[in-house]
């Protein structure tokens, strides 16, 4: 934008910015006087805090929430929520208070502005965190009141309208955020005019190259619609006349960002891309919609697979519609859009729709239902997340995108889940109880694994145990952010009870050297060394050292009574390896140690501990980190199995591979994974991941291999 369009208010494209007088007109057409009056004086009150300040355009910045009201007022939305805009930035960005906005508008609006002031005021690590925080505060205050949303929705659509005059870094971040936040949070509380536009304007910021291609190739495809379009649309309007049917018949078109995602999705060139043009039949009544379908179906033959029913089974924000493909003129795909007055008015508007009419609006109160239903969610992950604001913005990215997979409980129920979601996801959205119990699937009443993908139209049942705890394999495979979340968090208490557990024992060993142990020590003195150390308390610093966060033999010297930090009465005493630590002592798998072998011990920040093999090469490598090892031993009587690889070269013929698998398996040991090189001569070479109990049980397992007349060699792999 050149600053003589910044001066005359002119918004990309021509439009002239909004003024108060303009957005007052528009809000007397539906508001009582008294609340047109409020808004007034709102902006008469932000207009004087923000006097003299301008925005990176030139524009005064008052501009700028006038704009954002005007957005509001064109949802039909309520006095307190334009109130809001108005002043949504006041208290940020000028002397006023949140307390002279309270006293002066009153509380209902001071809660919607301070839902949207962002958190400048904290310090933060970094930018990325910083915009995490914001957006967990804009959650959690959207629980309390959804028109924050709203507010904030109408400030990020008229940003990117004028995002023009920030820097070209700035502007990219900015688009890829509302590409990845704002527009899905609009199309999950079905705003669909606000979507569209966030969606244009992010897709033409973030890849101008893009747009204007394929802006370009729609331009010369719509010349080649301009026959056969209007054409379906008059033998349309005249069927409707012969049943009898009220209603209108419009032209639509994909708009530039559907088609985009659609081609990087299925990639697909643009020529594929089916559905750029379509039609779209509003009418009075949901039977009308099942005979306009039968209508329509009897002009054109639909395409197969290409019905979907979003009336019977509404999307999970509320749109609703019937969707059918046509075979149009030369064969060329149409789709078709069915729905009523009512559904056509939610399609657009969605949750604003409530404000609009909330007199007898049984669908308003319907979506804000739902949109409650899925915030009610996000507090869910916020209050059970231990973690970041970044990983909780994360996990509600993965609900914001629209969902596909509509499965039922065993009494008939509807259960909407997002497309890749398991049978561990079913289970927790029907409870996190029934999540963190669950044992065993049936899916149309066979078992199958938890791990199962679920489909449109099947019935799955969960099969719980009494005392059950959730799988740690679970995080690699679920789909869904409430389950994500459940899962972490137990994972992550788990984790913390075994990392004491591991840090108690470090530290025991390496008091040991001192002839000391942890319960020889007066009382409190952990506790002691840890607040030293900007902890809460011991077991804080237990978990920490089972980490590898903090060194146990320095954290020993400071335990130490005065005087006796160079007391050392011999060589430090090894770590025992139970094989039972769990989550925070790993086995290398450069080298797969097993009891039996001579180990050492990695110290990992934030993962604890690694065991290798002495002869490893990686020992070697990090020996640049003497401080890092630590000496280590097996403990005795393990029961669990160890992976360890085998290299066996045999003759390359027909049915080896399943023979010497057959061997494996008759030693009582598992196969985790296979690699076989068939080389180019008479030889091939397998790689076994094998699961073993020790070292003689690998040596049993390895001469039974290498006695089979086929098999060359056998080796366990090195480091």
């Not at 508008?105 to 400048?120: H, I, P, S």
């Not at 308003?364 to 915030?375: F, I, S, Y």
């Not at 604890?608 to 630590?630: L, M, T, Y």
Request: aromatic share 6%; charged share 25%; proline share 5%.
């Amino acid at each position: 934008m050149n600053y003589a369009s910044s001066i005359l208010g002119l918004l990309p494209g021509g439009r002239r910015a909004p003024g108060i007088t303009q957005l007052s007109s528009k809000v007397e057409a539906y508001l009582p006087a008294a609340e047109v009056e409020r808004v007034r004086a709102a902006h008469d009150y932000a207009a004087a805090a923000h006097h003299g300040q301008k925005r990176q355009s030139g524009e005064a910045y008052i501009t700028h929430p006038v704009a954002v009201a005007d957005i509001l007022a064109d949802l039909h939305m309520d006095g307190p929520t334009l109130t809001a805009a108005m002043l949504h930035d006041v208290v940020e960005d000028t002397p006023s208070s949140a307390l002279e906005v309270r006293e002066r508008f009153g509380e209902e609006v001071a809660e919607l502005v301070d839902g949207v002031t962002k958190l400048d005021q904290v310090q933060f690590k970094s930018r990325k965190e910083a915009q995490a925080e914001s957006f967990r505060k804009m959650i959690l205050a959207m629980v309390r009141d959804i028109r924050v949303i709203m507010v904030k929705l109408a400030d990020r659509t008229h940003n990117m309208r004028t995002l023009e005059a920030m820097p070209p870094a700035k502007r990219r971040t900015i688009a890829r955020e509302t590409l990845d936040i704002y527009a899905p949070i609009a199309n999950r509380l079905g705003i669909h005019s606000l979507k569209l536009e966030l969606e244009d304007l992010g897709f033409r910021t973030l890849y101008p190259q893009r747009y204007r291609v394929i802006e370009r190739e729609l331009k010369r495809s719509r010349g080649n619609q301009k026959e056969f379009l209007p054409k379906i649309v008059r033998a349309l309007r005249k069927a409707l006349a012969a049943a009898q049917i009220t209603g209108r018949v419009e032209a639509r078109e994909k708009h530039l960002y559907s088609i985009y995602t659609k081609m990087r999705r299925k990639k697909l060139p643009l020529s594929q891309v089916i559905d750029v043009f379509g039609l779209r039949i509003v009418v009075g009544s949901v039977d009308e919609c099942y005979r306009v379908l039968g209508l329509v179906h009897g002009l054109h033959k639909p395409m197969p697979g290409r019905f979907k029913d979003y009336i019977a089974i509404p999307r999970v924000n509320g749109y609703q519609s019937l969707h059918t493909t046509l075979f149009g003129p030369n064969g060329m795909p149409i789709e078709v859009q069915i729905r009523t007055e009512d559904m056509h008015r939610m399609a657009e508007a969605g949750i604003a729709a409530h404000w609009q009419y909330k007199s007898g609006d049984h669908d308003g109160e319907a979506q804000q239902a739902r949109a409650r239903e899925w915030l009610q969610g996000v507090m869910q992950l916020h209050d059970g997340a231990t973690g970041s604001a970044e990983e909780l913005i994360e996990s509600v990215k993965v609900d914001l995108f629209p969902d596909k997979v509509y499965v039922f409980t065993p009494k008939g129920d509807i259960m909407r889940l997002p497309r890749g979601s398991t049978c561990v996801d079913f289970a927790y959205a029907v409870h996190t109880g029934v999540g963190q119990r669950c044992v065993a699937a049936k899916v149309d009443r066979r078992l199958v694994p938890l791990r199962t993908v679920l489909r449109n139209g099947q019935t799955v049942e969960i099969v719980t145990a009494k005392g059950a705890q959730p799988n740690p394999a679970w995080a690699g495979f679920v789909a869904t952010a409430k389950a994500r979340a459940a899962v972490r968090q137990y994972l992550r208490n788990l984790q913390r009870g075994e990392a004491a557990d591991l840090g108690t024992r470090m530290l025991n060993q390496a008091l040991g050297e001192f002839q000391l142990s942890l319960g020889t020590l007066p009382a409190g003195r952990i506790d002691e060394v840890a607040r030293s150390l900007s902890l809460r308390d011991g077991r804080d610093l237990l978990e920490k050292i089972g980490l590898g966060e903090r060194f146990a033999p320095l954290i020993a010297r400071r335990l130490l009574p005065a005087g006796e930090n160079q007391a050392v009465s011999g060589p430090p005493q090894p770590l025992a390896i139970a094989g039972t630590e769990g989550l925070v002592v790993s086995y290398a798998r450069c080298c797969f140690p097993i009891p039996n072998d001579a180990i050492v011990a990695f110290l990992s920040s934030g993962r604890g501990v690694v065991i290798h093999r002495e002869s490893c090469a990686n020992v070697a490598a990090f020996g640049r980190q003497p401080d890092k090892w630590i000496p280590a031993v097996w403990h005795k009587d393990q029961q669990r199995l160890f992976s360890s690889e085998l290299k066996v070269e045999v003759r390359n013929r027909v049915g080896i591979l399943a023979e010497v698998a057959t061997r494996i398996a008759a030693e009582q040991s598992n196969i985790s994974h296979v690699n076989v090189d068939s080389g180019q001569g008479e030889l091939s070479t397998l790689l076994f991941e094998v699961q073993v109990h020790d070292r003689a049980h690998l040596a049993r397992l390895m001469r039974a291999i290498r006695a089979m007349p086929d098999v060359i060699k056998v080796e366990r792999s090195l480091a």
